[in-house]
């Protein structure tokens, strides 16, 4: 069986994240300003719901990434959630 990382996630309240892996120069066009000295392994974009993953980190290590930005994934989603029953 041959693992890979996938391109899009339907977390269980139906709220779907795409999966990019990228370049290190295309990680560095997605961050802020601010942020392009630290050059990060992993990121999410909520304005558009992508996790971005670093193409030179191991298998391992994106499945490392991909589950700590879907934890940020979920927590942006509880929170809308909240803002929309308030």
Same mark, same amino acid.
């Given at each position: !069986?041959?693992?890979?990382?996938? /391109? &899009?996630?339907?977390?269980?309240?139906?709220?779907? +994240?795409? +999966? %990019?892996?990228?370049?290190? @120069?295309? !990680?560095?066009? @997605?961050?802020? #300003? #601010? *942020?392009? #000295? $630290? =050059?990060? #392994?992993?990121?999410?974009?909520? *304005?558009?719901?992508?996790? =971005?993953?670093?193409?030179?980190?191991?298998?391992? &290590?994106? @499945?490392?990434? =991909?589950?700590?930005? +879907?934890?940020?994934?979920? $927590? *942006?989603? %509880?929170?809308?959630?909240? *803002?929309? /029953?308030?």
């Amino acid at each position: !069986m041959k693992l890979r990382i996938p /391109t &899009r996630l339907r977390l269980p309240f139906g709220y779907t +994240v795409k +999966v %990019r892996v990228v370049t290190d @120069a295309q !990680m560095l066009e @997605a961050l802020e #300003d #601010d *942020d392009k #000295d $630290n =050059l990060c #392994d992993g990121l999410w974009l909520v *304005d558009t719901r992508e996790i =971005l993953l670093l193409k030179s980190l191991t298998l391992v &290590r994106k @499945a490392e990434i =991909l589950g700590h930005e +879907v934890d940020h994934a979920v $927590n *942006d989603f %509880r929170h809308w959630l909240r *803002d929309e /029953t308030a």
